[in-house]
């Protein structure tokens, strides 16, 4: 297989976004399985499968048909004659109005997509006289109409579109299936949440390597997707700030002249407003430590306001509460406590929901009626 630079790749998936206009739409699949062909008709070949809650970009209608671009790509083939591939250079249409087809060999129909001279293509892995390639951001290909709900302009949905991009551009790269992305995703993070944890042992007991800790906790706050680990990383990382700022401050103590009384005394008060700074958020941490080691985030009872459901904790403060795990119709009106993590559910307004990932009803408060 012939990889591709990371740039490349986000050049690509971000093309695969841009090229939606004032006039093209999102639309969500509404079918498990639903086939999408090379052409608007079932005699046309199956290039892929999309499944229920996909995006696709719509880019009008032909009929019974929806003609739409895939975020991502998807695979197909062109003679390796077509393409001149040089040491170091990206592969390039050596020809004009190059046609791509469904599978390896001349026989098969091609798509309507015409790719012209100098045209940067993907290479996934070569076939005999024939080279398997992602498809370019503007190939289209056609969904049976029925199975497409039209959301909106496709600006408006970006973002979506571009995430989508990047899970199946990454499974078309590497062969896996998307269940397989995400397991690998689900347990990469699971490994970052674990080591934040391992690290704030170290931070909190005054313990290990300064420069490793901050160069591991780094890495964790740029590769976590939890509000969380990645708020209790920075938190981490101010710490090892202020240990490295008294650290390098002992150090040159230790180069100077005994006999410059004056400048030692000055370099001594120093370290100690330094080193006072770092204990006082050593001990802040440990304290925020041990609120978050606390068996529940929050406590409170459920209800349903509008037609959604938040947590009336005590003082009043309400906390709005989505979940993929539990049925939160069940336990309306019961005395909870959840934990869980806070997404962002409206960009524009800022609006906040508590994920709940785990929850268990507790004994009614002495004070309730």
């Known amino acids: 297989m012939l990889t591709r630079t990371a740039a490349l790749t986000l050049l690509v998936v971000l093309l695969t976004v841009s090229v939606a206009g004032a006039k093209e739409t999102a639309g969500r699949v509404t079918g498990d399985k ?3 062909r090379a052409g608007p008709g079932t005699r046309h070949a199956v290039l892929l499968q999309v499944n229920r809650g996909d995006l696709l970009v719509v880019l ?3 009929g019974q048909w929806c003609r739409v671009l895939v975020p991502g790509g998807f695979a197909c083939f062109v003679h390796r004659s077509l393409v001149q591939v040089e040491d170091e250079a990206e592969p390039v249409i050596s020809a004009s109005r190059v046609r791509l087809r469904v599978s390896a060999g001349k026989e098969v129909l091609p798509l309507e997509t015409v790719l012209d001279r100098r045209q940067v293509v993907e290479i996934l892995v070569r076939e005999g006289d024939w080279l398997k390639i992602i498809a370019p951001p503007a190939t289209h290909l056609y969904i049976y109409a029925d199975y497409v709900e039209e ?7 970006r973002k979506s579109l571009a995430e989508q991009a990047a899970v199946r551009r990454k499974q078309l790269v590497s062969g896996k299936t998307e269940d397989q992305l995400r397991r690998e995703e689900r347990e990469r993070q699971r490994a970052l949440r674990d080591g934040v ?4 042992k170290s931070v909190l007991a005054g313990e290990g390597d300064t420069g490793e800790l901050t160069r591991n906790l780094r890495r964790i706050a740029l590769e976590t997707t939890d509000d969380l680990t990645r708020g209790y990383a920075n938190s981490l990382l101010l710490l090892l700030g202020l240990r490295r700022q008294a650290e390098l401050l002992r150090e040159d103590l230790s180069r100077i002249d005994t006999e410059r009384g ?10 100690e407003v330094a080193e006072g700074r770092y204990r006082r958020e050593l001990e802040n941490a440990r304290a925020l430590r041990a609120e978050r080691e606390r068996p529940f985030r929050r406590v409170g009872r459920i209800e349903k306001r509008n037609g959604k459901f938040v947590l009336l904790v005590k003082g009043g403060m309400v906390v709005h509460l989505l979940s993929e795990r ?11 406590g959840v934990n869980g993590r806070m997404v962002m559910t409206d ?7 508590l994920m709940v990932e785990k929850l268990e009803i507790q004994p009614a408060s002495d ?3």
């Open 60 to 62: 009008g209608r032909e």
């Open 151 to 157: 959301l909106g302009p496709a600006r408006e949905y």
């Open 197 to 200: 944890v391992v690290a704030g």
């Open 34 to 36: 639903v086939q999408v």
């Open 347 to 353: 960009p524009e307004t800022g609006a906040t929901h």
């Open 326 to 336: 539990f049925r939160l119709q069940d336990y309306i009106g019961k005395r909870v």
């Open 367 to 369: 004070g309730r009626r």
């Open 262 to 271: 004056e400048e030692v005394s000055a370099l001594k008060a120093r370290i």
